[in-house]
């Protein structure tokens, strides 16, 4: 079984930054196995998709709402994967989610996550 974490969300000003991680908890399988992708869910919204990078880190892709702005990179060697928001703006307010695509298409569809984390909250303040 494969748990996923995310960390480091918060209460950020509107301009400010944030960084979130993702990693793999209480198990043996490495997150360098899986293309990873990061999604938001806002109090009354639908899911959004905010970007996802390949197992390699050779690519990445982002919505259109954060290009820019975010930026995903990883280390396999750490076991993480990061999600860089600058420039937050209050609409970034949301849950932030980490998924793991063992074999997909790029950027994973969303039926192609086997694997989601339970979320971390990011508020920003005007």
């Known amino acids: 079984q494969v748990q996923l974490v995310e960390s480091g969300g918060g209460v950020v000003q509107a301009g400010g930054s944030l960084t979130l991680l993702c990693t793999t908890s209480g198990s043996t399988v490495s997150i360098s196995h899986f293309a990873v992708g990061w999604y938001r869910q806002a109090q009354g919204k639908e899911r959004e998709f905010v970007g996802a990078i390949t197992w390699s880190g050779g690519n990445t892709a982002y919505g259109d709402s954060v290009k820019g702005r975010f930026t995903i990179s990883r280390d396999n060697d750490k076991n993480t994967v990061h999600l860089e928001m600058k420039s937050l703006k209050p609409e970034d307010t949301a849950v932030y989610y980490c998924?793991?695509?063992?074999?997909?298409?790029?950027?994973?569809?969303?039926?192609?996550?086997?694997?989601w984390g339970q979320g971390t909250q990011v508020t920003v303040s005007s």
């Open positions: 998924a793991a695509a063992p074999l997909s298409t790029f950027p994973p569809r969303p039926d192609e996550y086997w694997h």
